[in-house]
C-alpha cells in the first residue's frame, strides 16, 4: 500500500509494554528504515485525517 495507518494501538492493555511504547517503536523504524513518516504512521489519540480518494482509470 502507498500509506498504512495502525489502528487501535492503547485501546486494550494488553501486555506489559508502556501504553505509548507501539508508536514510538513504529517512529523509531522509520527512521532506521528511512521511510517517510507519512507512508506509515500511528496517529495520536484524538487526531483525524482526511484521505482523498483516487478513482484509477480502467
Avoid: C, Y
Amino acid at each position: 500500500s502507498q500509506k498504512s495507518i495502525p489502528i487501535h494501538w492503547g485501546t486494550f492493555q494488553l501486555t506489559h509494554e508502556p501504553f505509548l511504547e507501539p508508536p514510538e517503536l513504529l517512529a523509531d523504524a522509520m527512521k532506521k528504515t528511512g521511510l517517510p513518516n507519512d507512508e506509515f504512521r500511528a496517529m495520536k489519540i484524538g487526531e483525524t485525517i482526511q484521505i482523498k480518494s483516487r478513482v484509477e482509470k480502467r
